[in-house]
């Protein structure tokens, strides 16, 4: 995409941006997903795989209905994705309570991200009065906080209890 002329340009690139932030999000899940130890968090990252689907889906709709199709490659989650397995799955301590404590920040990293996106996208619907998009954006990024806000109770309430209790051994 050249330089955004308007408003439009704007919002089409930032959902194009966020349909390839999910889809790399979504492909980084299961490998988070496999290596956590706790039965919790195991259960939120797959719970948050089929939001990810839902939440892509509905944005590709957005996008069909500005008339436009397609994905911008976001290198902003590329970054977070490869920093994520390379702390959380690469360079972890392996299947511990130490390593549950990594997943879940890498986690709650590319989370904020989509917060982030979800939320331009909205305040972009808004300027462009499109308030039907600004519903369903609203919605995804009440969402995203809300799996954000489980995701830190599960930190607070357990996993890094469990973590303070073990010594990582080289």
């Known amino acids: 995409m050249s330089a955004p002329s308007n408003l439009k340009d704007c919002y089409v690139h930032e959902l194009k941006d966020l349909i390839s932030a999910n889809d790399q999000m979504a492909k980084i899940l299961p490998e988070l997903h496999d290596a956590a130890k706790n039965e919790d968090l195991r259960k939120h990252l797959k719970k948050s795989l089929d939001g990810i689907e839902k939440h892509t889906s509905t944005t590709e709709q957005l996008l069909g209905d500005m008339g436009e199709s397609g994905k911008k490659h976001c290198k902003g989650m590329e970054g977070l994705v490869k920093?994520?397995?390379?702390?959380?799955?690469?360079?972890?301590?392996?299947?511990?309570?130490?390593?549950?404590?990594?997943?879940?920040?890498?986690?709650?990293?590319?989370?904020?991200?989509?917060?982030?996106?979800?939320?331009?996208?909205?305040?972009?619907?808004?300027?462009?009065?499109k308030d039907d998009h600004v519903q369903k954006l609203d919605q995804i990024t009440a969402d995203i906080y809300s799996s954000d806000e489980e995701m830190t109770k599960l930190a607070e309430n357990c996993v890094n209890e469990a973590a303070t209790k073990e010594e990582v051994t080289a």
């Open 83 to 129: 920093e994520a397995k390379k702390h959380a799955i690469e360079e972890a301590p392996h299947y511990n309570a130490v390593q549950d404590v990594v997943i879940l920040a890498q986690y709650q990293r590319l989370c904020h991200y989509g917060i982030c996106g979800f939320g331009t996208s909205k305040a972009y619907a808004e300027g462009l009065g």
